[in-house]
Nanobody, 128 residues
Framework: QVQLVESGGGLVQAGGSLRLSCAAS????????MAWFRQAPGKEREFVAA????????FYADSVKGRFTISRDNAKNTVYLQMNSLKPEDTADYYC?????????????????????WGQGTQVTVSS
């Protein structure tokens, strides 16, 4: 069982930046595709970004494209989410997720049900 631990959340003003980290332990990190999802109060969990196990391809929700960047460092067993130009509507709990590294499609990576392991989440609050 891979353990995922997110960090880096906090309170930031609109227009500011945060960098989330998700550290994985337990198995070979480079075998897994990774993603970030978020869930705002009273709303369903939604896809934010995904990165395949090699890091070669990344995918984003339209709402964050151009503002957020997902990356990974397989040597450090860590995936990152750099969030710039934050907006109040980005306020949510952010979760990293892991999926076994087989053949996937972009469409599949956008579904939360495709993922095998989840972190406990880190809260991001953007004030206006």
């Amino acid at each position: 069982q891979v353990q995922l631990v997110e960090s880096g959340g906090g309170l930031v003003q609109a227009g500011g930046s945060l960098r989330l980290s998700c550290a994985a332990s337990g198995r070979t990190f480079s075998n897994y595709h990774m993603a970030w999802f978020r869930q705002a109060p009273g709303k369903e969990r939604e896809f934010v970004a995904a990165i395949i196990r090699t890091g070669r391809y990344t995918f984003y929700a339209d709402s964050v494209k151009g503002r957020f960047t997902i990356s990974r460092d397989n040597a450090k067993n860590t995936v990152y989410l750099q969030m710039n130009s934050l907006k109040p509507e980005d306020t949510a709990d952010y979760y990293c997720a892991l999926k076994d590294g087989g053949v996937v499609t972009e469409g599949l990576l956008r579904y939360s049900t495709a993922y095998d392991n989840w972190g406990q989440g880190t809260q991001v609050t953007v004030s206006s």
